[in-house]
């Protein structure tokens, strides 16, 4: 099993002065969920290198096991510091693909043509995308063959608004996950803020938020 995970190459959080990127905890689970199922991982990112890291995922308020076993896992981290060009990888050569969250995706993989085009291609060819948090907002300019929001009539989930008002962002993202997916057609659907929440439809895996991402993972190692 061959299994592409897509990073975020955008550090800067809009006009704030403060710094984005991915968040450690919806990297770090379903990087070990799929590692310890026996899967290939290549990581992935627009710009390649060493992906930035949203600060505040690194917190000791944010710790989960998953983040610590990370910690210590020179592998791992020798891993995700050289992760390849997007513009190099081809769908044929995975079986799935995941994008972690973390703000950074709203701004660089929901516009980026490669990341687009990746992602319809996986679609056309049946395999599983997953997305969790703010990463389902690389769908934002996905279409299916017939040139329809490929969201359009799909049960999905993401950062709800509720979650994004309560950690003070909802004027500073580009735009709000759950408001793009309800736009593009999306049967948006959410649990309670913060608890763990995930959605099957078809090939299509959402998570709602960083308490997601572990479920997410085994459902794209289901799948």
Wanted: charged share 20%.
């Amino acid at each position: 099993m061959k299994i592409l995970i897509a990073l975020t190459s955008h550090d800067q959080l809009g006009d704030t002065g403060h710094k984005t990127g991915f968040w450690l905890e919806e990297f770090a689970a379903p990087y070990y969920a799929f590692k310890d199922a026996g899967a290939t991982l290549t990581l992935a990112s627009p710009r390649g290198g060493q992906p930035p890291l949203d600060p505040k995922s690194d917190d000791p308020s944010a710790q989960t096991p998953a983040t610590l076993r990370f910690r210590n896992d020179a592998e791992g981290q020798a891993l995700l510091a050289s992760t390849a060009r997007l513009e190099t990888v081809h769908e044929g050569d995975f079986d799935a693909v995941f994008f972690p969250g973390g703000h950074g995706p709203l701004w660089d993989l929901a516009e980026d043509a490669q990341t687009i085009a990746l992602i319809e291609t996986f679609h056309r060819a049946g395999k599983p995308i997953a997305a969790v948090c703010h990463a389902p907002g690389v769908f934002r300019h996905t279409r299916k063959a017939d040139g329809t929001p490929l969201v359009q009539g799909r049960r999905v989930t993401g950062f709800s608004n509720t979650e994004e008002a309560a950690v003070g962002l909802t004027e500073v993202v580009p735009f709000l996950v759950e408001d793009m997916l309800k736009a593009h057609g999306g049967d948006y659907q959410k649990g309670p803020d913060w608890a763990p929440f995930v959605i099957i439809d078809g090939n299509l895996i959402t998570g709602q938020n960083p308490a997601s991402s572990e479920q997410v993972a085994l459902a794209l190692l289901k799948a």
